[in-house]
């Protein structure tokens, strides 16, 4: 059984080089000082995020991604990753990002609140943003293999 997972659920979305990500996200994972488990990556429309968003965290509004931790063992890393692509393709519209780019960042984000990184306070966030801009600029590769196929 594959460590990490990628599933849709409203979309029809495939993720390009999964086993690249897969790779980079362990390596995340293991530079962070932590045993993964099992990830799973659920990609979704707005729709689908919403209503997790209300029915779990109370919180009836538009996300890009939510996490859910069901690790029962200090230092590793079990759960799921729900991601809206149709937020994540108007995100890298709004802020004239390659999809793919923004994309990884979501991802990385969320594999960081499972690593225990919150962005709830100013300093929170500048070390949640400094940790994805250290993983993304590691993964650089995989975001300009992507764009070379046409998925920015």
Known sequence: MKNICFFTEEVAFTLP???????WLQTVIQQECYA??????????????????AQ????????DVLAFDYASTPRTIEGDIYISVDRVRDNAKTWELPFMQELHTVMVHGVLHLLGYR???PEAKTEMRAKE???IAQNRHLSTAAISQGLS
């Open 17 to 23: 080089a999964p086993d690249a990500t897969t790779a």
């Open 56 to 63: 779990y965290l109370q919180h009836n509004t538009l996300t």
């Open 119 to 121: 962005d709830h306070t």
């Open 133 to 135: 801009a250290k993983y």
């Open 36 to 53: 993964l488990v099992h990830l799973n990556f659920i990609f979704c429309s707005d729709r689908y995020l919403q209503a997790y968003n």
